[in-house]
Every structure is written in structure tokens, then in C-alpha cells.
């Protein structure tokens, strides 16, 4: 499969990059990447180049997360997937964001981190889907057995009570 990942972590990156028909990692403000893309807007990128596009904890970061999926979208191949986590506060029906929040230590207080834009909420699959996707699942712990769930700490032992907390990550898959 041709793959394009976003900001990619060390360890996913090697086990894709030898498994891969093609592997390219972009990163906007890093240079140890292949490209340079800003996931709102890649115009280098031309419509349906891959089979999968991986975002992980990229969206809350970004100006116009709508805009970028509509881009993950663009460049992915009919019946190919989008791999995407997003930073979900426990029990938050709806995404929040201000576009007031400028200042980042008013960021960290209500978003949970200094350069993060909104935080999510239960609605992501909807999100998902109003970009046009096919169909979109989530998987979380409920998905595997208790034992993968320990081995690969699949929820925290020891749930956080910060009100910001992810203590229930979640991968999504969207289709399109």
C-alpha cells in the first residue's frame, strides 16, 4: 500500500516503511521528514495518491481540522483508509473549541495542552462522516481481549480525574 503518515512516530514508522509499497512521512515543522505538507491544504499532493493517510494526534493542532479532513479525504484512494486519533475528553458529547483561546496557558486550561486548538468530543465519528467518508468506526479496549488490553495498556490502570482527561483513547478508521 502507498502510505502517507503525519508527523510519524518512531516505532510505527519502521515497522510501515519495510512493509509498505510506498512510505512517506511528512512532518510541517520538522525536517527529518520526507515533505513538508500542511495536512489543511496539500496541493503538492495529487487526488486519490494513497491507500492510507495516518494522522495521529494531529487534528487538535491544526487552524481548520475540518479543511484538513476534507484533504485526507482528496488524496486517499476509493475503499482506502484513514487512520486518525484525536485527544477525546471523557464523557464531552460535542468538540469544543474557542477561537478567542489565544493565550497558551489559557490553552492548557481549557483544552489540555498549550498548542492545542479544541479538544474533542464524542461526536468525531459524525465529524468523520459529514467529510463524505463511507463508513467510519472507532476502536478502543472494548475491541480486544482483557489480555491485549494489559499487554498494550489499552486504558490507563489508574483513571486520571483531571477534567480534561483522555483516560478512553480511541483509533478511528474512516473509509472511503
Known sequence: KDILHFSPEKIISKILMNNAKSYTTTNLLEEEA???LDITNMCDIKDESYDCIIAF???EHVSDYKKALNEIYRCLRKGTFGILTVPQKDNLSKTYEDHNVTLPKERLKIFGQEDHLRIF???FLTIIANVGFFSAIQIDKNDFNIELQRLH???PQ???SHPLATNYRKVFFAKK
Open 158 to 160: 489508574f483513571l486520571s
Open 121 to 123: 468530543g464524542s461526536d
Open 34 to 36: 520526507d515533505l513538508s
Open 153 to 155: 495498556v489499552l486504558y
Open 57 to 59: 494526534d494531529i487534528l
